[in-house]
Structures are given as C-alpha cells and as structure tokens.
C-alpha cells in the first residue's frame, strides 16, 4: 500500500540539531590534509529540500509479489519511464536471484508506476549496478557469483525488450586479468559507445580477501578490454569500493568511491581531475542535463562515517559543494542517521527516484520510492 508524507521537514529539522554540535566541532578542525574531516553540510538543517513530498512503495511488482532489496533506479533517455531491478525477493545480499527465477528487471511508467516491461528471469545472482544506454538498452551488473560457478561476476546489455546483446565477463568466474570481472558494481557508456566497469564490492570491507579488486575497466563499444586503472587503497585513484558511476556533460567519470567517503572524477582516459568530500559515504550516482548531482548516501552511521547522515545530496559538477539535501526515512533520536537508498535517478520534471537497498528496505516500505519535486 502506497502513502504520502506531505511534509517532514518540521520533525526533521528538530531532530538535526542532535547532531549539529558534533558538525559544529568537527567545523573547528584543520580539514587541509585531510579533507574526509570535514563536517556534514546536511547536519544543521539549514539546507533546502527541494522535494518534501515523499511516495513510498511508489511501484508494485506482479502478482502480489514482494519487493526485496535493490540499488538501481536510471531514466530511459528516449521515453522518460523508469528503469529498476528487484533481487527477486531476496533482502540481503544472498543472492536471491539464483533460486527465485522471476524477473528482475522492471520499466515502470513514470506518472502511474505501470509495469511497461519485465525481462532477465534467471539470468542473474544479484543484479546490482543499471544503465540505460542512449539507444534505450539496459545495461546490468551482476556482483556475486553462484556455488555451482554458472552464473554472476558479469555485465549484461539487453535491448529494450529484454534480448541479451553483449556480455562481458565469464559466468561464475570471478577474476582480475583482461577477460574477467570480480564483483562489478555499476557500468555506463559514453557517448561514443565505449563501455566503463567499476570493478570490486568488496574492496570497503576492512580485510578485503585476496583477489579482491577496486578497479575501472574500460571497454570499447563492442566489448574489447581497452585499458583500466585503480587498486584497493585510499590514494588518489585508488578505490575502496567504487560503487557508483555517473557522466557529466563534459564527459568526465564521476565515481562514488564508498569506502574512502569521496567522489572521485576522472577523463576517459583515467586520469584523475579532482576529488569531491562533500557528499558523503555515496552509494549512487546521478548527473541530469543540467550537471546538477545527486548522491545519495545508505550507509552512514556512526561506525562507519561519524557525524554524518544518509540521504539524498545535490550540488553541481562544477564544485565540492553541497546546496540541496533530500532527507532520509525514519529518522529518530535514536537514529539520528535514518535510512536511505542506494541508488538514486531523476526525471525530466525533477522528480527523484531512490532504489532501497538491503540498510533501508524495510524502512521504506517497498523497492523504490518517489521525491516528487516542490512547486
């Protein structure tokens, strides 16, 4: 069942200050060699939230189905529909997808929520990373493999209708050398076709086993290994998990670099431009037309990434600047941090759309929820 939350900024707004003289102390420290010291901008409720109203369980599933958890909402660039994957039930990450062979892969209509297309039925372990290619072709990513080694550590491009086109990656085989994938994140393309990974889930955690990688692969439009760069670490161009990718205008890789609570930005190339701190521990990604970015953050609490919330925050790719901030669900005295998604897309009219993963599942009340923008 659907609900609307008209407004939640009072009760937010009241609970921030919580939190705000932690954000105030940590303003005081010398942040110039060491930028994840700065405090949360989102912490003293003084940014705007540019959509209070809040629809969750915005979709449903077929035949009553459950959703379980998932990270990945895009925008098909052609019709302006949504584009989401279910873990087939699964809440976890156990890979729910390899037993339940329903499929995971949604187009919902973006007014009504109807189910426009499904596809991708036993194909995967657990989907993880999306895109939606200028063409309207849906790219996956499938970051577990499975105990028998057939499926999963791959890349999957449908066609719209759910066709495989392109795989990248050997099914089950988790691997580091030219070929193989370990754990892939997300994928996107550029605007000339060529096709980016980011390569390595693990790479956070803090005895990550060995094999384990944080690594972009670069690939050329018909699945040729072209180049990659990056290891585990937290130097620059080094990743601890680089969970999300996002273009801007310019054509410069942005990547969420979890672990190491930044973004990173590089040219095609690999070559690193510059360093973002001020949006958080991000698990997605999402750049719209206008360059406005948006990074929303599941997994800051106080062991992971102290003083700072999760939530939905916005700025532009021109600067480390955060100037708008969509809070998170349930958000209490005793969790003053609350719960939000993992992955994060907009539409055309500016409508934000989160995809609720394992942290907020539950707290949502359903896969995907909708930030409807203020007037």
């Known amino acids: 069942m659907k609900k609307h939350i008209v407004s939640r900024a009072l009760v937010f707004s009241a609970l921030l200050w919580a939190i705000a003289g932690a954000s105030e102390s940590a303003a005081g420290q010398d942040t110039s060699t060491d930028p994840t010291a700065l405090p949360d901008p989102a912490a003293n409720g003084a940014l705007p939230n540019p959509a209070t109203e809040v629809v969750t369980d915005w979709a449903d599933l077929p035949d009553g189905r459950e959703w379980g958890s998932t990270a990945g909402v895009d925008i098909d660039p052609i019709d302006g529909h949504i584009w989401a994957y279910d873990r087939c039930g699964g809440v976890g990450l156990a890979g729910g997808c390899d037993e339940n062979l329903v499929d995971p892969v949604f187009k919902f209509h973006r007014e009504t929520g109807e189910i426009l297309a499904s596809f991708g039925a036993g194909l995967f372990v657990l989907p993880h990373g999306i895109h939606v290619d200028a063409d309207g072709n849906v790219w996956i990513t499938d970051s577990m493999g499975n105990s028998t080694g057939t499926k999963g550590h791959q890349v999957i491009k449908f066609s719209p209708g759910g066709e495989v086109l392109l795989t990248l990656g050997q099914a089950g085989v988790p691997g580091s050398e030219p070929g193989l994938l370990n754990e892939p994140c997300d994928v996107i393309t550029a605007p000339n076709g060529d096709i980016f990974v980011s390569d390595g889930h693990s790479g956070q955690n803090p005895n990550p086993a060995e094999?384990?990688?944080?690594?972009?692969?670069?690939?050329?439009?018909?699945?040729?290994?072209?180049?990659?760069?990056?290891?585990?670490?937290?130097?620059t161009g080094e990743?601890?998990?680089?969970?999300?990718?996002?273009?801007?205008?310019?054509?410069r890789l942005f990547v969420a670099d979890r672990g190491n609570h930044r973004i990173q930005i590089f040219d095609q190339d690999g070559n690193h431009l510059d360093s973002y701190y001020q949006f958080s521990r991000i698990s997605g990604l999402f750049i719209d037309a206008q360059d406005n970015l948006y990074a929303i953050d599941s997994e800051s609490n106080p062991r992971t990434?102290?003083?700072?919330?999760?939530?939905?925050?916005?700025?532009?790719?021109?600067e480390d600047r955060v100037t708008a901030f969509i809070p998170p669900h349930a958000v209490s005295e005793e969790r003053p941090f609350?719960?939000?998604?993992?992955?994060?897309?907009?539409?055309?009219?500016?409508?934000?759309?989160?995809?609720?993963?394992?942290?907020?599942?539950?707290?949502?009340?359903?896969?995907l929820t909708k930030y409807v923008r203020s007037p």
């Not at 609350?338 to 539409?347: K, L, Q, S």
């Open 338 to 367: 609350g719960f939000a998604g993992e992955g994060v897309a907009v539409d055309g009219d500016g409508n934000v759309y989160a995809a609720e993963g394992p942290l907020s599942l539950r707290a949502a009340g359903g896969g």
């Open 305 to 318: 990434h102290d003083g700072w919330m999760t939530g939905i925050r916005i700025g532009h790719v021109s």
């Open 239 to 251: 990743f601890r998990t680089p969970h999300g990718m996002a273009f801007d205008s310019q054509g």
């Open 211 to 235: 094999g384990s990688t944080g690594r972009i692969i670069k690939f050329s439009a018909e699945g040729e290994y072209v180049m990659e760069w990056g290891r585990i670490g937290d130097g």
